[in-house]
């Protein structure tokens, strides 16, 4: 079965840094993009970027440029979503999901379960 | 970057036929997909390369474009359909975005 698996809940202070995880399975890791969303509480899905685990090339949507790092470890079919200095409003749930492109061109066909993080004082 | 634009909501009476709009400049020369998704649930694709629907969603889930406008139809509604609807598409440089997205109420 393809799918991916994200890591459990957070709850986090202002100022302390995170990382979360998804772990794809079931099919070649390395040669599909990994996307990131978020969606904050009663709010729509917002775009954050997206990487390609087999060579680690990175893109940014502009609003999350500067703000996250998205990286990738092919080894362990794993990618990753990290943040240095947390605040509030990055309370939000956060998706992973591999988007197919190419000859077949599927968009984000495989979501993760969604990783809540609370960052409150 | 670039909107894509969605109705904030959409209600149909069940059995009716539900249309949700999405409007956007790069809609000419992007393909667009759609996502359902209900409460506590990760979203899951309906529609990709603006027409054409995922094994195992149902065949009344349709898409279509023209020109700066795609479509979501969903004929024959049935209760289960009520959920938020987004639309996503991508520029030449591959940036990703979502549209603000619809909830469909299901009378």
């Known amino acids: 079965e393809v799918q991916l698996v994200q890591s459990g809940a957070e709850v986090k202070k202002p100022g302390e840094s995170l990382k979360i995880s998804c772990k794809g399975s079931?099919?070649?890791?390395?040669?599909?993009?990994i996307g990131w969303v978020r969606q904050m509480p009663g709010k729509g899905l917002e775009w954050m970027g997206i990487?390609?685990?087999?060579?680690?090339?990175?893109r940014y949507s502009p609003s999350f440029q500067g703000q996250v790092t998205i990286s990738a470890d092919k080894s362990i079919d794993t990618a990753y979503l990290q943040w240095n200095s947390l605040k509030a409003s990055d309370t939000a749930i956060y998706y992973c999901?591999?988007?197919?492109?190419?000859?077949?061109?599927?968009?984000?066909?495989?979501w993760g379960q969604g990783t809540m993080v609370t960052v409150s004082s | 970057s670039y909107e894509l634009t969605q109705p904030p909501s959409v209600s149909v009476s069940p059995g009716q036929t539900a249309r949700i709009t999405c409007f956007g400049d790069?809609?000419?020369?992007?393909?667009a997909y759609w996502y359902q998704q209900k409460p506590g649930q990760a979203p899951v694709l309906v529609i990709y390369k603006d027409s054409e629907r995922p094994s195992g969603i149902p065949e009344r889930f349709s898409g279509s474009s023209s020109g700066t406008t795609v479509t979501l139809t969903i004929s024959g509604v049935q209760a289960e359909d009520e959920a938020d609807y987004y639309c996503?598409?991508?520029?030449?440089?591959?940036?990703?975005?979502f549209g603000g997205g619809t909830k469909l109420t299901v009378l």
């Open positions: 996503q598409s991508a520029d030449s440089s591959g940036t990703w975005v």
């Open positions: 790069v809609l000419p020369k992007q393909y």
């Open positions: 999901a591999r988007v197919t492109t190419g000859a077949v061109d599927l968009g984000c066909d495989i």
């Open positions: 990487i390609y685990p087999g060579d680690s090339d990175t």
């Open positions: 079931g099919y070649s890791f390395p040669n599909y993009w």
